[in-house]
């Protein structure tokens, strides 16, 4: 498919350096105007952002971000309290945040804005009315700054719900170099290739991969690359909508190349039942603890990771880096998947419009983007802000795809079967990571799952 063979030339041409690259740049940190009603610059025609005076309103954000991220949020949000007058509280919220909502919503007391992490959760919630479409000035700012996939993503039948503000490169892996080179390993390019390197660094006396299989998220991302680099681009919108079955071939061959993976636990830091036991957190702090005494050499994950690297004391560029998700088959290209997060308003009123707004410009993007472990599908957004070349050069494929992505597909499912922990495609997928050797049990308890859930 020509699309997805564009986008994964572009984005590989622009993260192929990465190992390479080091740290620069103090984050480009700019300051913004103060005060009620206070302009800035916004899209890349240079059209000034002008917020409404919010004074005396009190707003509510729900999402499911905890520590670093919730932290980093909450500065955003201390940004728009300074140039509104609002008061913005931030609300915890419990995967799956649909149901959370609906909790809210049917007690009388939903938040303004939510942020939903699953394409199917804003298709789910505007089913059932709960949202309110985006008025004419976030209407403005997402028309300027954001391509037109990443604007579809938000809308349901045609009407715009949801500004990404939050974005994720899913198709990375990130490596301990202090092993790889005790090792001497060197970074793979094909799935072949990974399943040598990672023989190598354990010939080494290194396990070499994490895998966080506590967290069933985590197994669903990996599922999803191997099955569009090994598949094709095609055949994975026809699973994400589930116009071809979990039974399918192609799902076969997908699980039989991750058992490559899974069915020999001396690659996984602590056999297959650590790597059931480790949440996604752990499996990248792990890998980075203690330099050439970690427990493992690689984590695959997304370019949030580098929030939980840093908190290890490893400096990204130097003792962590990077590079894309193997190629998976002769001639495949490697995969590119892309998730997000979309800020969505609950009820009517200036205030929370006015938050969409803000949150669809680069002005809010630069804020958590210069504090590391945040990717924007903001266009308009200064490359600059980025704490480190590493970072840039992620966010570069992000924008350079335009809109030639394909979005993780688990996001794109109903909630019940994508997103809930314990249930569906992470329970299914966690049961698979037990038992590798089970793939056609795997795929009948994947199809019963899905086959109910779009039933619903």
């Known amino acids: 498919m020509r699309n997805g063979r564009t986008l994964h030339l572009v984005a590989v041409a622009a993260v192929v350096a990465l190992a390479a690259t080091g740290c620069g740049g103090d984050g480009g940190k700019e300051k913004g105007a103060d005060g009620p009603s206070a302009t800035s610059s916004g899209g890349p025609s240079g059209s000034g952002l002008r917020l409404p005076s919010?004074?005396?309103?009190?707003?509510?954000?729900?999402?499911?971000?905890?520590?670093?991220?919730?932290?980093?949020?909450?500065?955003?949000?201390?940004?728009?309290?300074?140039?509104?007058?609002?008061?913005?509280?931030?609300?915890?919220?419990?995967?799956?945040?649909?149901?959370?909502?609906?909790?809210?919503?049917?007690?009388?007391?939903?938040?303004?804005?939510?942020?939903?992490?699953?394409?199917?959760?804003?298709?789910?919630?505007?089913?059932?009315?709960?949202?309110?479409?985006?008025?004419?000035?976030?209407?403005?700012?997402?028309?300027?700054?954001y391509s037109k996939g990443w604007q579809d993503l938000g809308a349901v039948d045609g009407t715009p719900y949801g500004v990404y503000f939050k974005a994720a490169n899913k198709s990375l892996v990130w490596y301990n170099t202090a092993a790889f080179g005790n090792a001497?390993?060197?970074?793979?390019?094909?799935?072949?290739?990974?399943?040598?390197?990672?023989?190598?660094?354990?010939?080494?006396?290194?396990?070499?991969?994490?895998?966080?299989g506590a967290d069933g998220w985590t197994l669903t991302d990996w599922f999803e690359n191997v099955y569009l680099s090994q598949a094709g681009p095609e055949k994975y919108d026809q699973l994400a909508k589930h116009t071809i079955k979990w039974t399918d071939p192609s799902v076969a061959r997908a699980l039989t190349t991750l058992a490559e993976l899974f069915g020999k636990p001396n690659l996984l830091a602590g056999g297959t039942n650590g790597a059931l036991q480790t949440e996604y957190p752990v499996s990248v702090t792990q890998t980075f603890t203690g330099g050439e005494q970690a427990k493992a050499a690689m984590v695959f994950e997304g370019d949030f990771s580098a929030v939980n690297i840093a908190q290890t004391g490893a400096k990204i560029g130097t003792d962590a880096k990077v590079f894309p998700f193997p190629a998976v088959g002769d001639g495949a290209a490697a995969p590119v998947v892309t998730g997000g997060d979309a800020a969505v308003a609950l009820k009517d009123g200036k205030g929370a419009q006015a938050l969409l707004t803000f949150l669809a410009s680069p002005d809010a993007a630069r804020i958590w983007a210069a504090e590391g472990g945040f990717l924007s599908p903001n266009k308009a957004l200064d490359p600059a802000v980025y704490p480190n070349d590493v970072q840039r050069k992620i966010a570069a494929s992000l924008i350079g795809a335009g809109d030639h992505f394909r979005f993780d597909m688990s996001d794109q499912m109903p909630q019940s079967?994508?997103?809930?922990?314990?249930?569906?495609?992470?329970?299914?997928?966690?049961?698979?990571?037990k038992n590798p050797k089970d793939v056609a049990g795997t795929q009948a308890r994947l199809e019963a799952e899905a086959a109910k859930a779009y039933k619903g």
């Not at 009388?108 to 949202?131: E, F, H």
């Not at 994508?418 to 990571?433: H, N, S």
């Open 54 to 145: 919010l004074k005396g309103e009190k707003l509510e954000v729900a999402a499911v971000w905890t520590g670093p991220e919730q932290a980093n949020f909450t500065k955003v949000l201390k940004e728009f309290e300074k140039r509104t007058g609002a008061t913005v509280t931030f609300v915890p919220a419990q995967d799956p945040i649909v149901n959370f909502l609906g909790t809210k919503i049917a007690g009388g007391s939903p938040p303004d804005v939510a942020m939903l992490p699953q394409v199917g959760a804003i298709q789910q919630a505007a089913a059932q009315k709960w949202l309110k479409p985006l008025g004419p000035e976030a209407r403005a700012q997402l028309a300027a700054n």
């Open 417 to 433: 079967f994508g997103g809930t922990p314990g249930k569906g495609e992470w329970k299914a997928l966690q049961d698979f990571l």
């Open 184 to 212: 001497g390993a060197a970074e793979p390019k094909t799935w072949k290739e990974f399943l040598g390197t990672a023989e190598t660094i354990s010939a080494s006396g290194v396990t070499p991969v994490s895998v966080g």
